[in-house]
């Protein structure tokens, strides 16, 4: 079933459409969620929130790109389970540390509070992505979207873990230049 038809469903309050995004994009989610998470069980429990939320999202919000939209509830459900689980342990893991890393590129989520700002910063974070060679997009998204580990991102690109580590940094340099560019640092 294609994303329009989807979208149709959850219009039209129909249950079936929570079944057709289990069945399109399930495996997708739960390998991110489990990926930031590192556990199963808080992976599915993550899928479970985003279901919830698409289903209590459309309507009113239609979105421009399902698996998109579906990644960002999920990764706001992945980061919810990850805070209630370090607030818990009081310990870190690969989700912590990558978060850390932008943490001093990218305005927080307080400072950036208006939706115009929100998707001035998302317009500002598009361009400096679409500017950027493909691998290094690649990179970027893979490590700051997905949490994926430098380790997985090197095996991935054939590439030594030193090299993607300094790429990645080289990266996060040119994005601070680019938001303070165009006035978000």
Known sequence: MQDEQIIALLQKRDEQALAEIRTAYGRLCFSVAEQMLGSAEDAEECVNEMLL???????PHTPYNL??????????????????NTRLKRGGNQVTQTLDELAEVIPSKESVEAAVDRRALTAALRQFLNALPEQSRQMFLERYYFAKPVQVIAETHQMRVSAVSVQLH???????????KEGFV
Do not use: F, G
């Open 170 to 180: 080289r990266i996060r340099k040119k994005l601070k230049k680019h938001l303070e």
């Open 67 to 84: 698996k998109t939209y579906l990644v960002t509830l999920l990764r706001r459900a992945a980061t919810d389970q990850l805070r209630r």
């Open 53 to 59: 939320a698409v289903w209590n999202s459309i309507p």
